[in-house]
């Protein structure tokens, strides 16, 4: 199976343990591949080993300068061509999916030639969404410790 047959959508913070695999929007082919009563081990060993993934290649190869030019590069491309697409991309969560704190999260947005023409009002399951409320306040909670380093 060719993988560009998969869209999905890992949403959440930067670091590897806050990554959030959207189960409920996933879909092989337009059909979707987890249901609600899909095996839970089986979702937890994907997010496991995703989280682990950066990890990997950093051990493996070394860096991953690659991965992270391809993505600019898609990201420039879709920009530049105005195309109004979905990406999951680091944005201002404040106000949306109702986050509270003034944090930055990878959340799905509508990228134009303006840059962020808007956050995509994406459905989640309810067990979804409280996990990226509690990915919100474990980041805000980051920035906090930042801010106040920074100021010492």
């Known amino acids: 199976m060719n993988p560009k047959n998969v869209q999905a959508f890992v949403l959440g913070g930067q670091e590897s343990e806050n990554l959030l695999p959207i189960w409920s929007r996933t879909h092989l082919a337009g059909s979707r591949v987890f249901g609600e ?7 937890e060993d994907i997010a496991k080993k995703l989280n682990q993934g950066t990890e990997e290649i950093l051990k493996l190869k070394g860096y991953t300068d690659r991965s992270i030019g391809f993505s600019v590069a898609t990201l420039v491309e879709r920009i530049l061509d105005d195309q109004h697409m979905i990406e999951p991309i680091s944005t ?13 999260l990878s959340l799905p947005v509508v990228l134009c030639r ?11 399951e309810e067990d979804e969404l409280n996990s990226l409320k509690k990915v919100a306040s474990r980041e805000h909670d980051f920035q906090k410790v930042i801010e106040s380093e920074r100021e010492s």
């Open 114 to 124: 303006q840059g962020v023409a808007s956050v995509f009002k994406m459905e989640f």
């Open 37 to 43: 009563m899909a095996e839970k081990t089986l979702k």
């Open 92 to 104: 201002c969560a404040e106000g949306h999916f109702g986050i509270e704190e003034c944090v930055f």
